[in-house]
C-alpha cells in the first residue's frame, strides 16, 4: 500500500509518514504540485493525500491532474484554515478536505479502504495457484497426473503446493 503525500511543511510530511510507518504503509512525499503530477504520471499509488496550498499550485489543480491517471486512489485534502476560497473550491468536489492538525483516525479513515483493496487483491493472487490446484485434482485432469510422474521420477511438481499438501493414491496401474 502506497500513500502519495503532496504537503510543503516538512515538519508535517515527516509526522505523517511516521505514522504510516507504523501501519505498514509506503510514503511517497512531494513537497510541490508540480513533483505530485510528475509522480503520478510514472508511479503507482493507492493512496493520496493533498494540501490545498501548496507553493506552486492550489491542491484542487494538483488534485485535478493527478486522479486522471489514477481513478481508482483514495483522495483526501489536508489544510490548516478553512478560511481561503481554495478550500471553498476543494468542498465543491466529490474528496473529503481534512483540517491540521490530523489525528491518527484521520488518517485511518482516509487509507482503510485502499489497505482493504490491496489486501484482498493480494489474498486472492496468492490463492489462484491452490484454487487451480484443487479444481486440477477434483476434475482428474493432466494437472495431478503430471504431478504425480514428476514425484516419481524425483521431479518437482508443477503447481508449486507445498509436498505435506499433495495426497497421491498410486495403483499399480500409474507406473
Sequence with gaps: MTLLLVDD???FAR???DICHLLGIRVIAASTGQDAIAFAQTGRFHAALINLTL??????EV????RLGHKSGRFAFVTGSSSTEVYRKARATDVPVLLK???????????RPAVNAVHRRDTEAAEEPIRRFSE???SGKSADRTNRRALRLGE???????????????SPNDS
Design 55 to 60: 507553493p506552486d499550485k492550489d491542491g484542487v
Design 101 to 111: 492538525p490530523l489525528s491518527f483516525i484521520d488518517v485511518l479513515d482516509l487509507v
Design 9 to 11: 511543511n516538512p515538519a
Design 136 to 138: 486440477s485434482v477434483e
Design 63 to 66: 488534485f485535478q491532474q493527478v
Design 156 to 170: 518437482e511438481p508443477v503447481l508449486r503446493t507445498p509436498p505435506s499438501a499433495i495426497c497421491y493414491r498410486l
Design 15 to 17: 509526522t505523517l509518514t
